[in-house]
């Protein structure tokens, strides 16, 4: 199984760092290399442009493929589905116009010149809303154009939206919301071997902002206990040898890790151990 994977840019450390806490860990170097062996020999990774990778998984140079929503949809594939969503690498895709223009909708952008590098998207986005515009595709600098009158607004990607801020665009509306998924070609979305990089990859992102907690609890308490800790279906509860205790084993909520250990000392629970989860298969 090929994973095409950004060969470089805000998407390729957070794609290859999933993988890697995932169990598919890279066995060679893969700087400036097009693929990458992986402990699994049956696993390789492919290097490619971000924006590339849809099409490289509707052609089958790649079976699999991570990447942003954004260019999904920008690529426009046939043969191609998503089958995770990572929540991480989240962006926008918005409309912007000068500052000084103070635009107040996207109608009042009928008839003008739209910069992007988007343009499938800008499309789809401007006739659902049945306004004419004209656009111009760019293959960077989007936000320069404006000023250059190369074009009278913008559809961009933006994170903070700081870049838009600097030059003095405001954000007119939202065309797109994106964050990095798995896609897989249609024809082996249910292969078992595409199922297990799926459940890997969603165990690793579903033991994210948790937390394991272990701690010893007189049995005459563990009613209340597991009142303040229900857990995934309720905790784990394990006798202890020659004692009136139990052992209590429970996952929570990073948030709630503060609180909670609060909760159950003053219930009485003691030799609290609190640490963090690699995977968690649900």
């Known amino acids: 199984m090929r994973i095409a994977v950004p060969n ?12 890697d806490r995932a169990g598919i860990h890279i066995t060679d170097g893969m700087d400036r290399q097009l693929y990458a062996n992986t402990v699994d020999p049956e696993i390789t990774l492919l290097f490619a442009r971000a924006a ?8 089958w140079a790649a079976e699999v493929g991570i990447t942003g929503y954004d260019q999904y949809r920008e690529a426009g594939v046939d043969d191609v589905v998503e089958l995770l969503d990572g929540e991480f690498g989240t962006c926008r895709l918005v409309s912007a116009a000068p500052e000084e223009d103070d635009i107040a909708s996207v109608q ?5 010149t739209i910069a992007t590098e988007f343009p499938r998207v800008t499309r789809e986005y401007f006739d659902e809303q049945g306004i004419d515009v004209d656009i111009v595709e760019v293959t960077g600098a989007t936000e320069l154009t404006p000023h250059v009158e190369m074009a009278d607004a913008i ?11 600097v030059n003095r665009l405001e954000v007119i509306d939202e065309v797109l919301s994106s964050s990095v ?10 292969d078992p071997a595409v199922s297990d990089v799926s459940m890997a990859l969603e165990s690793v992102l579903a033991a994210e902002d948790r937390r394991y907690l272990m701690m010893n609890v007189p049995e005459g308490d563990l009613d209340a206990i597991q009142d ?7 905790p784990t509860v394990m006798d202890i040898d020659g004692e009136d205790r ?13 609180t909670t250990i609060n909760e159950l000392k003053r219930i ?8 963090e989860i690699e995977r968690l298969v649900e």
Do not use: M, Q, W
Request: charged share 20%; no cysteine.
């Open 268 to 275: 009485g629970a003691s030799d609290i151990l609190v640490t």
């Open 228 to 234: 303040v800790i229900p857990g995934l279906g309720g």
């Open 246 to 258: 139990v052992a209590v084993h429970a996952v929570v909520d990073e948030g709630d890790v503060f």
């Open 8 to 19: 470089k840019g805000r998407l390729h450390d957070p794609a290859i760092d999933l993988l």
């Open 155 to 165: 559809v961009d990607i933006t994170s903070t939206g700081t870049t838009l801020a």
């Open 181 to 190: 998924r798995l896609f897989a070609h249609e024809d082996v979305a249910d």
């Open 108 to 112: 009042a952008l009928s008839g003008s």
């Open 52 to 59: 590339d990778i849809p099409e490289y998984v509707n052609d």
